[in-house]
């Protein structure tokens, strides 16, 4: 299937450029550092904690800080606005530069199935820096109550977070002529979209179409435990207009020239 | 009684093909047709529409007017079986910096339906043919211009194409390179594959083509077969073309 060898070529490029390993460990070692003061602040207060009936527990205090900025900056969330634009932004401006998606046209796929091959290389990128940033609290599964469930709805929104991030990141690369270009539109577009209600929250309004925008209300939901269709459908509505722009933009390139 | 053998359709064929491109016509009602086995040079000054027509070819432009096929499929409703029949070497040979030779032969092998041991295989096969065995674990980004050219006629070989559509393939090649080139190209047409060639080298053309077509300012002025003795008769037609509008008087 061309496709799939598509995300097979994307995914051996990605692989073996060093941008992919420099961002993807140095945003796990700052993961493993907030993992680290985390931990320590769950350690020094456990028993103050454990007092607390329905008190939050290791799940709380440890992995959903990890995952999304509740007590500290920069969380795994916050970190993939930036990781995720310069992942992407070689995908297709610089195959577009180089002259490589010619290439990819003479061998007869369609925009759509390059983009999704691309698009489906950088999920499985994301996926396993995702995996592997999870690894480092569930290590502690054994010495640890862990709350399966709050980490799988956890789980399940930070992943449609980062595909959303991918979504736009890649479409970015395809209306953009230059890798640059494409990271500084993709950061703008995701800050953009993660905080635009950020106003009317401080405004002390809760609800609205502003709110329903903000992909932090619906990440924040999921961080909660809370898996709701009114969420998921967000996610899966941003992932679709963000790949049907970014693959009518390619598909016009073809018109363009 | 037996039935006639239907002919088999034209390897290429354009009908009314036209492009613009910055707002004026790169290639202008252009009808052309390759038959299995024929090398066609495609000659033209700069900007005539050579690398116009080869990118329509294949299939990385699509032409605002006209009809391609290839092998009597409209190569824009078969997009897929276009890209099992066509191998295309564009001008400066791109490839993927990051990627090895081999890694190159791969992706362009699968992406046309090659695995297994037939994707091996035939990347054996090219890599013996162009000299690349080598240079397999190079990556592409430090090679020279010459054998990235290599590289890129090795990809567009790779799937054995009934068509090869070539953009200046002998660029950057030493002289020992380009008479192993016209080797090749003998050899490839000799076994069926249709070649088109886009050169600005007369010589180029009368030493591995039989037809020659000349664009000019987006259209075909010229479409002949190649005469044993043709490089001086070539060249005067060639330049009659070519300097058509710039001897007019004002």
Known sequence: MTLLAVTRLELRRLFVRPLGWIIGALALAELGWRFALLLQFFLMNQVQLASIPDGPGYTDIVIMPLLSSIALPFALAELALLIVPLLTMSSLASERAAGTLGLLYASGLSATRIFIGKYLAVLVWLALWLALALAIPVSMAQGAHLDWGKLAAATLGTFLTLAVLAAIGLACSAFSQHPAASAALALIVSVTLYCVNLGAQHAGVDSGFINWLAMSTHQDNMMRGLVSSVDVSWFLLAIAVALALGIHRLASDKERG | ?250
């Not at chain 2, 009908?15 to 040079?41: F, M």
């Not at chain 2, 090895?100 to 090219?126: C, F, I, P, Q, S």
């Not at chain 2, 039989?210 to 005067?236: C, F």
Request: net charge neutral; charged share 20%; proline share 6%.
């Open chain 2, 1 to 250: 009684m037996n039935a006639p053998k239907p002919a088999s359709p034209p390897v290429l064929k354009l009908e009314g093909v036209s492009r613009q491109r910055a707002g004026r016509p790169a290639v202008h009602q252009l009808n052309l047709t390759l038959e299995a086995g024929q090398v066609l040079g495609l000659l033209g000054i700069n900007g005539a529409g050579k690398s116009t027509t080869l990118a329509m070819i294949a299939g990385a432009l699509l032409p605002d007017e006209g009809t391609i096929e290839l092998q009597g499929k409209d190569f824009q409703e078969y997009p897929e079986q276009a890209g099992q029949v066509l191998g295309w070497l564009p001008e400066s040979a791109p490839t993927w910096p990051e990627l090895t030779v081999r890694e190159h032969l791969d992706a362009h092998g699968r992406l046309r339906g090659l695995k297994g041991a037939d994707l091996k295989r035939a990347g054996d096969a090219v890599l013996a043919r162009l000299e690349l065995n080598d240079l397999q674990r190079r990556l592409a980004g430090v090679l020279s211009q010459g054998q990235r050219q290599r590289l890129g006629l090795a990809c567009a070989l790779l799937h054995r194409p009934a068509l090869l559509v070539l953009d200046e393939p002998a660029n950057a090649l030493d002289p020992v390179q380009v008479v192993a080139l016209r080797g090749l190209l003998r050899e490839v047409a000799a076994a069926g594959t249709a070649v088109i060639l886009s050169t600005h080298q007369l010589g180029e053309v009368t030493a591995v083509c039989d037809r020659v077509a000349i664009l000019h300012e987006g259209t075909l002025r010229y479409d002949q077969p190649l005469h044993a003795n043709g490089h001086t008769a070539l060249e005067k037609t060639f330049f009659d073309i070519a300097l058509a509008g710039r001897m007019q008087p004002a």
